[in-house]
């Protein structure tokens, strides 16, 4: 840890200000201390960074790699200092010298290179691995463009791009005589050896260079920094590309585009898959170049053969996105390292674990064949290897399966199957909550499970509690610590002390106020971004996430028209007065949830400026949810919205997060909203709706009507009344998409059925609310347990039963 006092710090950050910006205090911007600070912070991590690279080879450890396509990292300039053992006396400092260290932190562009849960969790895991001495690291691509940037006008969505790399990153290392080529297209020509083996030679490939910037990441403080490695693509210096100076090729401008493009900008769509060349093209470049450098990093740290990869490395694959690992590893084994098939294989299917973080049927990848053979020809030869390979055991091992190989086929019907490619391929397949790894075990992957019973296990996934308590809440984390000492940052489960406490009257009050004060600074940001006042002293209603229909953010809109329909019906209503906040980016052209934006939006605008309701009810879209903006929510949420349609949510993290900061759930019995409940207990959740075999029941049987639920609920038929008379829109046919969806579609994800159910668990919420013991008690006794979902737990199960890593001591 650092032994930096706050006096030194100012001194660094004169000097620095002088030598890098040729600026005085007196006259530095904030965006000025920003960098100067980042470089202090730098100056301290890059002997760290050697040493830990050092001591990881010294040791001979074993490493796990981390493959994603996506790292949501947010800001980095205060989690570093806290890592780092400074926050405190930078906070100081910046002060003394007359600015706020929260604007000084605004500085810094979010790195938004991840969609949500997914991106997020990989983020989480790498601050896990670091904290506790794990050597491991992740591989993911460097974006130009990250996830959109979310504008709301005139109610409606509209996206605007990322250009988050405009000024520089201070935190990135660009390290090019790193670099490795990747080949797309051209064609493969096959030699027999001499020995009898196989040579592949390709012919007119398409090079392009991945260029590595590295990115620290820094435990807690603890002296340990692994690594984050994002690729950049680059056009091939002529020479490699076997072209002319001059030629045209090289200064084709079409072409050198065509190739940075490869890192050019995050897919926007979570949990709908497209298949876009240019997305495959993205797996590829991300694959090709991290294996082949965990391939010489072996070879150069270790000095052993190959054959003995499994016991150094292991390679988990974030989703299916990274599945093309499996063709990749056996090429490089095959075909540069001259091993057989089999060694291949038997390296292969022990080095590689795959990560599944979805059931929804619209999100599995699948390939079309002729794309992967036209531009990956020798990945192609294997994948259909492979496929072969694995239908041959199917038919003579398992006679009970031979009907469904159609089903189990990693090539079917013309398309490859990247879940397939990646359970066959993988020694481990996890789901990441309790349910999600049932559903998988018992639907999903049923077949798949009958045959590897013992690769799929489950890791409920988890949250770093450094961020996302200590970060973001230092107010709560001090009152924690007050009371139970601060051990519990080091070990998040000695949360559970505080129930010991939770009748505490005064500390309870303590809690209170600390809520309170968290409220009071959201207010003001709301305030400051939409001009609408809110009652900081209103039960704060939190749903942040993707917009999503399974999410059922239209089911919370609902709820709000019908508060808001007995309001205007009887204003005198004693109510405890309520502010419902919603963030969330819908992906560009998903039609329907940018509908529900607009109907959120819409429903807000009426609400909010109705004198008749006293201000008993607000409604608050937060644009552009992000990493950042989730910081200043979650330590004001009182209640966390967790309402999926029940088997339809993996696990969840943001459930996590509020959690942490002490709000009471309101959710169904899906994800990892299950686990909690299991932990706090009834009387601490508010738990409603159909369960996960009801709902897989409506859909295998039918029986659900959503219009003999219009006919009979008054509630329900005056809602969706307003939205089709469009009593909500200016254009009449505004929201006619969403009540057709309802009506005539059925209602696929159950608002309706729910609906009452949802009602009845608010109305208890309210009455709990009013009693403030009551409510501080339960709120205490979430956070007390929140612990159990620290990524450190969730890492600490990884590394044991999947990675078979030790902490380097
Ligand atoms: C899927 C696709 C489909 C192809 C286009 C691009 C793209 C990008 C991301 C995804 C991922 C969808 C899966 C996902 O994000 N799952 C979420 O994972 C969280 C972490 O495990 C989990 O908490 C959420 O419940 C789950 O929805």
């Known amino acids: 840890m650092s032994q930096l ?153 509209v996206e605007l791009p990322d250009y988050w790399l405009k000024e520089p990153y201070p935190w990135e290392t660009r390290k090019e005589e790193e670099a490795f080529v990747i080949q797309f297209h051209g064609k493969v020509h096959m030699f027999k050896r001499n020995d009898g083996s196989l040579e592949f030679k390709y012919e007119n490939t398409d090079k392009v260079l991945a260029v590595p910037y590295d990115i ?52 926007p769509d979570d949990s709908n898959y497209e298949g876009k060349e240019l997305r ?12 082949q450098n965990i391939i010489r990093s072996f070879k150069k740290n270790y000095r052993l053969p190959i054959s003995r990869l499994p016991e150094k490395v292991v390679i988990q694959i974030n989703d299916t996105h990274p599945s093309l690992a499996v063709p990749e590893l056996m090429r490089i084994l095959m075909d540069e390292e001259r091993l057989d098939w089999d060694t291949a294989w038997e390296i292969t299917t022990h080095v590689l674990a795959y990560t599944n973080h979805t059931t929804l049927s619209e999100a599995l990848e699948t390939w079309p064949e002729e794309m992967i053979q036209n531009l990956l020809p020798r990945i192609y030869m294997i994948i259909d290897e492979i496929n072969e390979r694995f239908c041959k055991s199917i038919w003579f091992d398992h006679k009970e399966l031979r009907d469904k190989i159609p089903d189990l086929a990693v090539i079917a019907c013309g398309r490859v199957h990247m879940a397939r490619l990646a359970i066959v391929g993988s020694f481990s397949v996890n789901g990441v909550a309790r349910i999600h790894t049932e559903i998988l075990k018992k639907q999903e992957m049923k077949d798949f499970y009958t045959l590897f019973p013992n690769k799929f296990n489950n890791k409920t996934n988890g949250i770093t509690h450094r961020r996302w308590l200590l970060q973001v809440n230092p107010k709560l984390s001090n009152v924690i610590s007050e009371a139970i000492g601060t051990q519990w940052i080091k070990r998040p489960k000695q949360l559970i002390s505080l129930l010991k406490y939770s009748n505490d009257k005064a500390l309870l009050e303590k809690f209170d106020q600390v809520k309170h004060e968290n409220k ?240 009845e668990a608010h109305e208890l919420a309210e009455r709990a609310y009013r009693n403030r013991t009551t409510w501080m008690n339960m709120s205490v006794t979430n956070i007390a347990y929140s612990g159990k979902f620290s990524s450190d737990q969730t890492i600490r199960e990884y590394a044991t039963d999947i990675w078979k890593i030790k902490q380097m001591d």
């Open 216 to 267: 620290p990441v820094l435990g807690y403080q603890n002296e340990v920094v692994n690594t984050l490695r994002l690729w950049s693509a680059e056009p091939v210096a002529y020479q490699e590309a076997g072209q002319e100076e001059n030629s045209e090729f090289y200064h084709d401008l079409d072409h050198q585009h065509s190739i940075e493009q490869i890192s050019g900008f995050l897919y």
């Open 520 to 759: 009071k600074i959201l207010a003001n940001y709301i305030h400051q971004q939409t001009g609408i006042l809110v009652d900081d002293q209103s039960i704060f209603d939190v749903q942040i996430k993707r917009l999503h229909e399974y999410k059922r953010q239209l089911l919370n809109i609902f709820h709000v028209i019908y508060l808001y329909n007995e309001l205007k019906a009887n204003p005198n209503q004693d109510v405890t007065p309520r502010t419902f906040i919603f963030g969330a980016k819908a992906a560009p052209s998903y039609h329907l949830a940018k509908e529900i934006i607009k109907l959120i939006n819409t429903v807000a605008s009426i609400v909010n400026y109705d004198k008749d309701i006293n201000g008993k009810l607000k409604v608050i879209f937060l644009e552009n949810y992000n990493v950042s903006l989730a910081e200043k929510i979650i330590p004001a949420a009182d209640i966390s919205e967790q309402i999926s349609t029940a088997s339809k949510e993996a696990s969840g993290t943001g459930n996590m997060k509020m959690m942490m900061n002490g709000a009471v759930t309101l959710g169904t019995m899906d994800g990892a909203n299950i686990e909690i409940y299991d932990l706090v207990g009834e009387n601490n959740i508010f738990i409603f709706g159909l369960n996960a075999d009801e709902v897989l029941d409506y859909y295998q049987n039918g029986g659900y009507n959503a219009r003999d639920i219009y006919n009979t609920d008054d509630r329900v038929r005056l809602i969706l009344d307003q939205l089709n008379q469009g009593e909500f829109g200016i254009h009449n046919i505004e929201f006619k998409d969403i009540f057709y969806n309802i009506l005539y579609h059925n209602d696929p994800y159950f608002v309706l059925k729910d609906f009452e159910p949802y009602l």
């Open 5 to 157: 006092t706050a006096n030194d710090l100012k001194e660094k950050l004169k000097k620095k200000l002088i030598t890098e910006k040729g600026v005085e205090v007196s006259t530095a911007s904030n965006k000025d201390i920003y960098y100067a600070l980042a470089s202090i912070v730098n100056d301290e991590i890059m002997p760290k960074w050697y040493e830990t690279i050092k001591r990881y080879q010294d040791k001979n450890l074993k490493q796990v790699y981390y493959l994603s396509m996506e790292f949501l990292i947010g800001r980095l300039l205060e989690s570093n200092l806290l890592n780092s053992g400074l926050l405190n006396i930078a906070k100081e400092a910046l002060e003394d010298l007359g600015f706020c260290s929260e604007l000084v932190f605004a500085e810094e562009r979010d790195a938004g290179l991840g969609n949500g849960g997914l991106g997020r969790l990989a983020a989480c895991f790498l601050d896990s691995l670091a904290s506790l001495y794990y050597p491991g690291h992740g591989f993911g691509i460097r974006y130009r463009y990250g996830l959109f940037e979310q504008r709301i006008i005139h109610g409606n969505q």
């Open 280 to 291: 495959l093209k993205q797996q590829y470049f991300l694959v090709s170049s991290s294996i």
